[in-house]
């Protein structure tokens, strides 16, 4: 536990990612990577010199077969208010307009409604569990597919919305998430989406696991690199 949330108060500290007072709500789909920010964020509250307040927020998809029981639990124990917001998303996408690339809007609807839903409940600072590999994996996609060099931003506020977007867990590798989540035996909701594990995503993750074996360290270099560049947003304040 004191690894992952060392881990994370160094990246809101480089980041300036905090304020004091702020109203801070975790994005919880049910995985892994959220499950375990909640987690550490619900422990660094305790300690980290700027007070915040802390919530947490599913998105229901309208997808079968998901139950976020475990979550509602966990979020009980930790003392953290927890919000379900029902949407209907995965008709939408998969039913009513049968997307070809069902991702891209996807992400941009979830986007959306998520900033909505914190905004109805006087929250405008959004938290989101994306890690160091899912950085350089964004970075690789965004290079291949779009012929640009790019990634989202540690902080990031959307001016239509007024929310700020914070990722607390980008110095952390996704197998110290996955062993933490074990470790701490967290629950885990599954995902249902059909297109889980079918994405251009897991390409990109399947492309770097292969380079990966010639290049150690891939991920980590990737992630330095644009830093070190750096790109739009990545610059540490000082």
Known sequence: MSD????????????????EGDKIAVGVSGGKDSVALLMAM????SYYPKKFEL????????????????????????????????TQIAQIIFEARQEKNPCALCSKMRRGALNDAIKEIGVSTLALGHHMDDAAETFVMNLLYEGRIGCFEPVTYMSRSGVTQIRPMLYCREMDVTGFVRQEKLPVVESTCPMDKHSRREDTKKLLSQLARQFPDLRTKI?????????KGWERPE
């Not at 619900?42 to 509250?45: Q, S």
């Not at 079968?64 to 966990?74: A, C, E, G, Q």
């Not at 992630?223 to 790109?231: D, I, S, V």
């Open 4 to 19: 992952i949330t060392g881990t994370v108060r160094r990246c809101i500290q480089d980041y300036d990612m905090i304020k």
């Open 55 to 86: 919530m947490a927020i599913t998105l229901s998809m309208g997808l079968p077969n998901m139950d976020f029981t475990p979550i509602r639990t966990l979020c009980r124990e930790l003392d953290v208010p927890y919000v379900v917001k029902e």
């Open 223 to 231: 992630f330095g690199a644009m830093q070190r560049l750096p790109l």
């Open 42 to 45: 619900a422990r660094l509250r």
